[in-house]
Nanobody, 118 residues
Framework: QVQLVESGGGLVQAGGSLRLSCAAS????????MAWFRQAPGKEREFVASIRWSGGSINYADSVKGRFTISRDNAKNTVYLEMNSLKPEDTAVYYC???????????WGQGTQVTVSS
């Protein structure tokens, strides 16, 4: 059974930094990629960043390019999201997701709240 557990969220002032972690267990060897999504109140969930589990391809939403960095530690089965120069519009619940097939992200964590005050 795949489980994803996020941590590291919190309250930070604008311009500050946070690092989110996603500890994964039960991932199959066929895991294709991991990603972070976020959902702000009253808005749809949106893509933030993704990383191929085997290495290589990394993608970011335009809104976070240059500020956020996604990374992984395969030995620890953990994915990180380093967030710098945070803005109030980054306030959201951040979710970790795993894609074990080529079609869609099929496993999700419970989410961690990030609040950026102005």
């Amino acid at each position: 059974q795949v489980q994803l557990v996020e941590s590291g969220g919190g309250l930070v002032q604008a311009g500050g930094s946070l690092r989110l972690s996603c500890a994964a267990s039960g991932l199959p060897s066929s895991t294709y990629s991991m990603a972070w999504f976020r959902q702000a109140p009253g808005k749809e969930r949106e893509f933030v960043a993704s990383i191929r589990w085997s290495g290589g391809s990394i993608n970011y939403a335009d809104s976070v390019k240059g500020r956020f960095t996604i990374s992984r530690d395969n030995a620890k089965n953990t994915v990180y999201l380093e967030m710098n120069s945070l803005k109030p519009e980054d306030t959201a619940v951040y979710y970790c997701a795993a894609r074990t097939n080529i079609f869609k992200y099929d496993y999700w964590g419970q989410g961690t709240q990030v609040t950026v005050s102005s």
